[in-house]
């Protein structure tokens, strides 16, 4: 079982950046496939991006605009996201999976909201 800690969220103005943060406990991140998803008001939960070995994988709609990266050190996982919309307004929840598994570990989300 993995634990899982958002932190990063807030308030940002339309092209403006942020940096979540996810750290894990009871697992390594290396040793997972850890991923980034969100909901807004409304919707389905959807992917956002996930990392495995420094392989990171992007949603086409966040692509050149969110950098998903790791610290094996700190055993967290980042989501650097610049030039934000107003359509990335949403929780983003941080989740953790084994390969070739599903997701089976979330973070309890922390709320991302752009303005204009």
């Known amino acids: 079982q993995v634990q899982l800690v958002e932190s990063g969220g807030g308030l940002v103005q339309a092209g403006g950046s942020l940096r979540l943060s996810c750290a894990a406990s009871?697992?390594?991140?290396?040793?997972?496939?850890m991923g980034w998803y969100r909901q807004a008001p409304g919707k389905d939960r959807e992917f956002v991006a996930e990392?495995?070995?420094?392989?990171?994988k992007y949603n086409d709609d966040v692509k050149g605009r969110f950098a998903i990266s790791t610290d094996n050190v700190k055993n967290t996982v980042y989501l650097q996201m610049n030039s934000l919309k107003l359509e990335d307004t949403a929780v983003y929840y941080c989740?953790?999976?084994?390969?070739?598994?599903?997701?089976?570990?979330w973070g309890q989300g922390t709320q991302v909201t752009v303005s204009s």
């Open positions: 009871g697992r390594t991140v290396g040793s997972l496939t």
């Open positions: 989740a953790a999976r084994s390969v070739g598994r599903p997701v089976d570990n």
């Open positions: 990392i495995a070995w420094n392989v990171g």
